[in-house]
């Protein structure tokens, strides 16, 4: 957790120790740049890859559970397609989490009642999923989730624990937010990348290779791509006894405050 705290004092530490080799003419100058561009390459690792935990904490999975199970969760909704998911998740008995975005809300306010009435839970995905999130500042980001948190409470009257970064992108700026907002983090171990691969037989390839008991799926509520995919996941799942339960209930945290 926080990695980058470790890690920043350790670079800082070890340039300070070349620049003085250097000076002394122990070390040759070209090291102090080998120095900086690794320490440049760990933390745009460390920013896309929201399971590492470098700048905040996240959830990613519990393979600790004591049963049987995975959390299906859908980003980037509501769409036409949200109620489509809904409907085939009622139909084998399936829980998810969906993370909506805040002005895709203002488009379809009517879905968001019906999944708290199904028994789902609903989450935050920032208000625009700016394709600039990794660039924003604290401001920017803080609006950004306090903003979907005000919608979601205008209708349903609850207010998310449960936040996933655009992309999976964290940094100090949206680890700060999150902390501002007192949100969890919530990350995935398995990316199905529905809305990069277009055979849906690779899509559901690509989900089943990966699972295991106490994952965290991301899938898209946006296509009918997925939405096929889903319904064969399903039946799979169904043939395996494998329940797909909230992320909340995975991780034995609060879904609302």
Not at 41 to 70: C, E, H, M, P, Q
Not at 154 to 171: A, D, M
């Amino acid at each position: 957790m926080l990695r980058h705290k470790y890690i920043k004092w350790f670079f800082i530490a070890l340039l300070i120790f070349l620049w003085y080799a250097y000076f002394s003419g122990k070390l040759p100058l070209f090291l102090i740049f080998i120095a900086i561009l690794f320490w440049l390459g760990i933390t745009a690792w460390g920013s896309f890859d929201i399971r590492l935990n470098y700048f905040v904490k996240a959830n990613s999975s519990n393979k600790k559970f004591n049963r049987n199970v995975v959390a299906l969760t859908f980003d980037d909704g509501p769409t036409e397609v949200t109620s489509e998911i809904l409907n085939l998740l009622e139909k084998y008995n399936q829980r998810a989490t969906f993370f909506f975005i805040g002005k895709q809300i203002e488009k379809y306010p009517e879905i968001l009642k019906n999944i708290v009435g199904q028994g789902h839970t609903i989450a935050n995905h920032t208000y625009s999923h700016t394709n600039k999130m990794g660039f924003l500042s604290k401001k920017e980001v803080d609006n950004e989730i306090a903003s979907t948190q005000n919608i979601i409470q205008q209708i349903t009257g609850k207010i998310p624990n449960l936040f996933r970064p655009p992309f999976g992108v964290t940094n100090p700026n949206i680890a700060w937010a999150c902390k501002e907002n007192r949100v969890e983090v919530i990350g995935w171990n398995v990316r199905s990348l529905d809305t990069v691969i277009t055979s849906e037989d690779k899509i559901l390839s690509r989900i089943l290779d990966r699972f295991e008991k106490g994952s965290i799926i991301l899938l898209h509520d946006t296509s009918t791509k997925t939405l096929n995919v889903l319904e064969r996941l399903l039946i799979t799942m169904e043939k395996k006894q494998i329940q797909s339960v909230t992320v909340d209930e995975l991780l034995n945290i609060k879904a609302y405050k």
